[in-house]
């Protein structure tokens, strides 16, 4: 099993939401984080005085499933959220030990 995290621009998440579901994601977890890359924020102009935003608001998707769909829904997530400008983000995989539903105590893929 693997962890797909994304951290994408914030008005991306419904279309990439929605692409997620239409390959059968059916559980993500999301996040509104903060933070910069290349990108290092920008000046703002605010009642006439200049001042910077070094993070910038954006959103981190969490899924987690089976080694089969990893390529898939990086794919997915990749055509979705890009926006072919500085910013869109960064995708992350991460190895998964294990998996527990909480209310049945079922574990692995089953879990899932």
């Given at each position: ?55 910038l608001p954006k ?17 997915t997530v990749q ?34």
């Open positions: 099993m693997k962890k797909v995290e994304a951290i994408i621009k914030p008005f991306k998440l419904e279309e990439v939401k929605d692409a997620l579901n239409e390959i059968g994601i059916q559980g993500i977890t999301v996040s509104e984080v903060k933070g910069f890359g290349r990108q290092k924020g920008h000046t703002e102009l605010y009642r006439g005085a200049e001042y910077v935003v070094d993070f959103i981190k998707i969490e899924v987690v499933v089976d080694d089969e769909m990893v390529l898939q829904v990086v794919e055509e979705t959220a890009n926006t072919g400008r500085i910013g869109d983000g960064k995708i992350f995989v991460i190895p998964v030990e294990e998996v527990i539903r909480i209310r049945t105590g079922e574990k692995g893929k089953e879990a899932l």
